[in-house]
Every structure is written in structure tokens, then in C-alpha cells.
């Protein structure tokens, strides 16, 4: 069996919602009944057929060509494996409950939103809001596994709730903004406000960052057993938090939102 | 059966179902994850008067565990799964949460969830943290050390306990030895504890008293000095009766276990004053599970 391949016949010239395509509704359908689909194009409705060249017959196992106007694949997926060769635009992995999105391009504005389980992974770089809640909404990413290799954009994080985000690039501003828990690793450089009106949660960041808002207190440096635990959880895992660079027990640890609940926490790795 | 020297009765040990978890002790090393598991299993030979029945399993490699740090297993069993749970939280709380260095994982994933970390967690008086790492929710409680790390939860399942087995020896001290040997062997068996201090027991009881408040007294027939004023089950030659006390997860490792020490007994065998080995039942009017000696041995 060979994976269901969708190739784009010509460049998108609307934005184009995939959210059809993704295994949980591809399968069991016949390849004329995959090529019927409709999907909304623009203003108006398309049958897949006539954008995707459509091959192969592993509906657990999905591949779309890509382009930054492919919005919301993955969207609600449980199961199976989902691979945008390419890019892909706006709301990727939106509402994800199980199952593995592979980006190998960048991915928008509000990738892996409201999260709610299975692993989404981002070869390049990803825009704002990455695993942040919907706009209005109070609850962001609540279960799951994201990892950005390339550069994430602001807001980071917004209002989530649980599972972990690791991005091996940099961050933008306002990482975690709101967070009520959960875990963000960042590798590289973040921006200013981070962790700002966190409530619970960990930011867990290896490089230098720009400033640490006045709401944080020092707590020290500590060897925290927890962390050789936490970084253990991303074994199996294709990201540089799951290699031996990446384990570290000591870390210095600062508290806060204290303007909110202020049971947050930022720990910069020693 | 005689196994070098060593006669065999034809008896059964008695063991009755229990309610069994195991915990992960670990530390900064062995020595402090000793230290913990030991308090945490003190005081927990049996279940007539300590609520439970506990002992360290084995030592495990840093590999072997959650943290990776050096650890111990070990094994706690009793009748039902509230009093089993109640008898965890109460020592874990007050032995391993004071321990220095140290960290509680669950030991057994399936089965009934019970506490451990869930309610402890609130020694932190609200700075305490919650993480769910790989489906598992661990707390980290700030202590005065750094943070006791605590998995949620551990796993309940269905046991066995009261396995057993007596050796009747000439004296003793060579009592004593077929015992420790027995021990010896028996500690290279996975999911079996032997409870009483050092394994051994030398009060082996039969069920009432004389006296209406007690529920157990003394084996009058396998004392020794009461020979001739009992209905004894010692011939003249035996001065001297220890029983090992077996608790497993099944009745498949107290067999493996059984078999080992008795095994280990005989072999220092009749030269070495070891003459019997018998078995504490109540006519199997105890609990279901029946092991009868030849079997194990034959």
C-alpha cells in the first residue's frame, strides 16, 4: 500500500481549507469518492479532484503538496499520519486529537491551536500563536506534542494549558502570555515579555533571553530532578530535547507571573 | 522426600489473597534510597498488628529507573486495597517525603489506581506543582532540599500472601543458617518479598489464645521446649523450628521463591543439622491458595 498523495495540479491562487483531508475522513471512501470531495476554496466550493492530482490508496497515511495558502490541515485529526510537503498556511493541526502532522515547510499564524493530543512537527518555521487558544477563546493547547525546528513567531503559547511545545529555533515576544500550564522549550533567543500573566506552567529556555519582565523573582540556581525526567518524556521523539546536548538537571529558576498567581515558572538552563 | 538428608513433609503452606503495589524508591544513591525504603517498610511484618505486609524488593540500576538515579523496589501488600492504600500514603508521607534526596515512583502501572503523590502533594501548601509527563502526572513539592518528585499514582493488583515454609534444625544456629541461605536465594526472585526482620520468623503462630483478646499465639506444637507438655510435631532430635514468610504478586512466584530457599536450606542438608522441612497451615480452611511442598520440590 502506498500513501494517499494529493499534488497540486497548479499554484494556489485562493486559500484552500484541507480539513478533509486527513485520514479519520479519507478512510474507508473509494479514490472516485476522495476525488468528490469538496473543499472550500475561496469564496466558493471545489471538488479535490480538480486541484489534486490524487494517487495511492493508504488512507492512515495522507501527503499534500504544500503552499502557505493550505490552511487547516490536520484540522480535528485522531488518527494516522498527515505530511504537508511543503508548506503549510494558517490553523495547522488546529483541534489535533491523535495522530502525527509533519510540516516540512513553515506553517502560519495559529499552528497546533487548542491542541488536544498527537505529536505536530514543523521542519521550518512557524507564525504567531503557535498552540495558542483561538481569538475569544480561554483555553489554548490542552494535550500533545509540538516541535518547531526553525523559528517560532509571538505569542507562543497563548493561554495553553497543558502538554509541551519545544522549538529549537528562537521565540518571538510574549512566549507563554497567559499560560495556565504546560511546558515550552526553546532552544534559541526569546523575545521581551516572556512569560507575561502566566499563571502556572514552565518555559524551559537554553539560550540567553533578551530581559525577564520585573514580575519574576529569582528563586536560584537548583538541580531539579524533575527536568532529567521531563527531557526522558521526549525520547522517540525526532528533536534536539530528546538528544544527550539537551539533558541538564541544573537550571535557575525563576517565579512568577507575581502580578497574576505567579505560580509559574521560567527556568533558564545552566 | 528426602533432599540431601533433609526430610520433606508431605504438607502445604496456606496463603490467602491480598491486595499488592510496588513503588520506586530513588535518591542521590543507593545508600539514601535505602534509607528511605527501609523506614517506608519498617514496622510492616505483618498484617495481625502493622496494617501491612512490606519489604524492599531488589536495588535497581539507574537505568532501570524513572529518574535516573540509583533506586529500590519494593513490595506492599495488604487485605484490601483501602487499608493498603491508607498504609502507603501514611508512609510514604512520613518516611519518604522526609528522606533526603529522595523521589517516589509508581512500581505498577495496571491495575486500580491508589495515591501517592495525590494527596501528599499538599505538603507544598499550594506551591506545589503538577507535570503530566508521557500520560503520567507527577508532582513536585518543594521541600527544604530542593523538590520531592512524586508520581500521582501507582497500580493495585491482586497478590498473595502468607506463603510459607518451616526448617526444623538440630540447633539454633544451624537454624539460623539453612534460613539465611534460604534468604540469600530467595532475595534473586522478582515480585516476592519476605517480610519478617531478615526474612526469618521465629514466632510462628497458630490462629487464638487461651487468652479471648488475642487472635494469634504460639505454634505450642513446634516449640521446642514445650516437647513434653504439648502435642508436639517435633521429634527429640529438633531443638530448634524458623519459617520463612513468603508474599507475592502470584502464586507462581511464591512456588519459584519457595522452591529456591527450601532448595538452599537442603542444601547444607543433614550434615549440617538441617533434618526437616515443614509447612504452617490451618487445614486450608484459610485461603484458597495451597502449596504443597513435594510438588514445589518434586
Known amino acids: 500500500m502506498t500513501a494517499l498523495s494529493f499534488t497540486l495540479k497548479s499554484p494556489l491562487q485562493q486559500r484552500l481549507d484541507v480539513s478533509p483531508l486527513v485520514p479519520d475522513l479519507l478512510v474507508g471512501k473509494s479514490q472516485k469518492e476522495v476525488s468528490a470531495l469538496t473543499l472550500q476554496y475561496g469564496n466558493h466550493r471545489i471538488a479535490a479532484g480538480e486541484l ?49 502532522l509533519y510540516v516540512s515547510g513553515s506553517a502560519g499564524l495559529y499552528t497546533a ?81 516572556a512569560g507575561y500573566a502566566m499563571k502556572r506552567g514552565t518555559l524551559l529556555l537554553y539560550g540567553s533571553p533578551v530581559a525577564i519582565g520585573a514580575t519574576f523573582n529569582d528563586c536560584g540556581l537548583h538541580t531539579l530532578g ?15 530535547f530528546s538528544g544527550p546536548q539537551a539533558r541538564r538537571a541544573r537550571a535557575r529558576r525563576l517565579a512568577g507571573d507575581l502580578s497574576v498567581q505567579g505560580k509559574g515558572e521560567i527556568l533558564l538552563v545552566a | 522426600m528426602i533432599i540431601n538428608g533433609v526430610h520433606i513433609d508431605e504438607t502445604f503452606a496456606e496463603a490467602f489473597p491480598m491486595r499488592a503495589t510496588r513503588v520506586i524508591v530513588t535518591a542521590q544513591n543507593l545508600k539514601w534510597a535505602h534509607h528511605a525504603a527501609q523506614a517506608m517498610t519498617g514496622f510492616a511484618t505483618s498484617v495481625i498488628a502493622c496494617g501491612c505486609e512490606a519489604g524492599i524488593e531488589r536495588e535497581l540500576d539507574p537505568a532501570e529507573t524513572p529518574d535516573g538515579r540509583p533506586g529500590v523496589s519494593a513490595l506492599l501488600f495488604a487485605m484490601g486495597g483501602k487499608g493498603l492504600a491508607k498504609q502507603l500514603e501514611t508512609r510514604a508521607g512520613q518516611c519518604v517525603l522526609t ?13 486500580e489506581q491508589i495515591p501517592l503523590g495525590k494527596n501528599l502533594r499538599y505538603f507544598g ?77 521465629r514466632s510462628g503462630s497458630k490462629v487464638g489464645s487461651k487468652y479471648k483478646t488475642l487472635p494469634a ?74 502449596f504443597h511442598l513435594r510438588e514445589i520440590m518434586a
Open chain 2, 99 to 111: 528522606s533526603p534526596t529522595s523521589a517516589l515512583f509508581a512500581g505498577i502501572d495496571e491495575g
Open chain 1, 226 to 240: 524533575f527536568l532529567p525526567l521531563l527531557l526522558k518524556g521526549y525520547y522517540g521523539l525526532d528533536t534536539w
Open chain 1, 52 to 100: 489534486f492530482a490524487i494517487e495511492g490508496d493508504d488512507a492512515e497515511s495522507v501527503r499534500i503538496s504544500g503552499s502557505p495558502k493550505l490552511d487547516f490541515a490536520g484540522r480535528g485529526m485522531t488518527r494516522g499520519s498527515l505530511v504537508i510537503e511543503g508548506d503549510a498556511g494558517a490553523y495547522a493541526g488546529m483541534h489535533m486529537k491523535g495522530g502525527r
Open chain 2, 125 to 201: 501548601d499550594g506551591f506545589q506543582i503538577s507535570k503530566r509527563i508521557g500520560g503520567k502526572r507527577y508532582w513536585r513539592v518543594p521541600v527544604m532540599d530542593g523538590e520531592f518528585l512524586c508520581q500521582e499514582t501507582t497500580g493495585m493488583i491482586k497478590a498473595v500472601g502468607g506463603g510459607n515454609f518451616l526448617i526444623l534444625a538440630e540447633s539454633q544456629p544451624q537454624a539460623l543458617a539453612a534460613c539465611e541461605a534460604a534468604i540469600e536465594a530467595m532475595r534473586r526472585i522478582p515480585n516476592v518479598i519476605m517480610p519478617f526482620p531478615g526474612g526469618v520468623v
Open chain 2, 217 to 290: 499465639s504460639t505454634n505450642d506444637a513446634f516449640c521446642p521446649t514445650l516437647k513434653g507438655q504439648t502435642r508436639t510435631e517435633l521429634s527429640p532430635e529438633i531443638e530448634s523450628v524458623m519459617e520463612i514468610v513468603i508474599d507475592g504478586l502470584s502464586d507462581a512466584d511464591i512456588t519459584k521463591a519457595m522452591r529456591a530457599g527450601i532448595e538452599a536450606a537442603c542444601g547444607l542438608g543433614a550434615a549440617n543439622g538441617i533434618r526437616r522441612v515443614s509447612a504452617g497451615n490451618y487445614g486450608g480452611k484459610l485461603g484458597p491458595f495451597l
Open chain 1, 113 to 193: 491551536c487548542e491542541l488536544k493530543g498527537g505529536i505536530v512537527e514543523i521542519s521550518g518555521n512557524v507564525g504567531d500563536l503557535l498552540g495558542g487558544a483561538l481569538p475569544g477563546n480561554k483555553k489554548g493547547m490542552s494535550e500533545g506534542v509540538v516541535i518547531v525546528r526553525g523559528d517560532a513567531g509571538d505569542r507562543v503559547g497563548d493561554h495553553m494549558r497543558r502538554g509541551s511545545i519545544l522549538i529549537e529555533g528562537n521565540a518571538g515576544s510574549y512566549l507563554g502570555a497567559r499560560m495556565t500550564a504546560g511546558t515550552i522549550a526553546v532552544r534559541g533567543r526569546i523575545g521581551a515579555c
